[in-house]
């Protein structure tokens, strides 16, 4: 965006909400809420099953426990982000401070690089497990759970890099410091500087006779005598 800082406009500007949810950064953010809650949502429903050989449960993931937990902290986790995310979006154009802007923006790039690198992780992590999980009942039970929590953990990667690379996109925008010219400044810009008050005791350039020591010093004053010792 021409004249803007870090994507954004004048600092106290209005947000238009129709624009701001049309954003792509909004639309991301969206999906990859979406996509978490897809995620950890049918590991905590179904992703536990009873084992074959007790009533204990067992996570459906080759009844690896980790795998479970790490899907349902990798999800919660960027179910929470996206949120406070979408509440810095929204608030960011309110922002008046150029390195707390600055600040915004690279938290949002570290942490949607970070994260978009833990999907992938848990991406693979799902799968490699599943592809181990012998068949049995419980597994027919969890299955659909299972494969859709796998299959929204490659989209979330997705989402995310495609976060990484907005965020990258505003920081390379940079900044426009004219936008955060204050009040004071724009009004004063113009305005010439009062000139002294009258009885001020300087004097003005108008009643200046002529400038000092022009003239030939006398050494004797007429009238005046040098007295005799």
Do not use: H
Not at 81 to 96: K, M, N
Not at 203 to 222: A, I, N, R, W
């Amino acid at each position: 965006m021409e004249g803007a800082s870090f994507g954004a406009g004048r600092a106290g500007a209005a947000l238009d909400p129709v624009s701001f949810a049309r954003r792509p950064q909004t639309l991301l953010r969206v999906a990859s809420w979406v996509f978490s809650i897809a995620v950890f949502g049918p590991i905590v429903n179904e992703g536990y099953v009873n084992a074959d050989s007790g009533p204990e449960l067992r996570c459906v993931f080759n009844g690896n426990a980790g795998a479970c937990r790490f899907g349902v902290a990798l999800g919660l986790g960027a179910f929470l982000a996206c949120a406070a995310f979408l509440v810095l979006d929204v608030r960011f154009q309110q922002i008046s401070s150029v390195r707390d802007r600055r600040r915004a923006v690279l938290l949002d790039l570290g942490f949607s690089g970070l994260w978009a690198f833990l999907w992938f992780v848990g991406f693979c992590f799902l799968t490699n497990q599943w592809q181990r999980t012998a068949p049995g009942p419980g597994t027919v039970q969890a299955g659909d759970a299972a494969r859709a929590a796998i299959a929204f953990s490659f989209f979330s990667i997705l989402s995310w890099v495609a976060l990484t690379v907005k965020a990258l996109q505003r920081f390379r925008l940079g900044t426009d410091m004219s936008l955060f010219a204050t009040e004071q400044l724009g009004s004063g810009a113009g305005q010439a500087y009062p000139g002294y008050p009258v009885g001020s005791g300087v004097e003005g350039t108008e009643t200046y006779q002529s400038p000092p020591f022009t003239e030939t010093l006398e050494t004797s004053p007429k009238g005046y005598q040098v007295p005799a010792y």
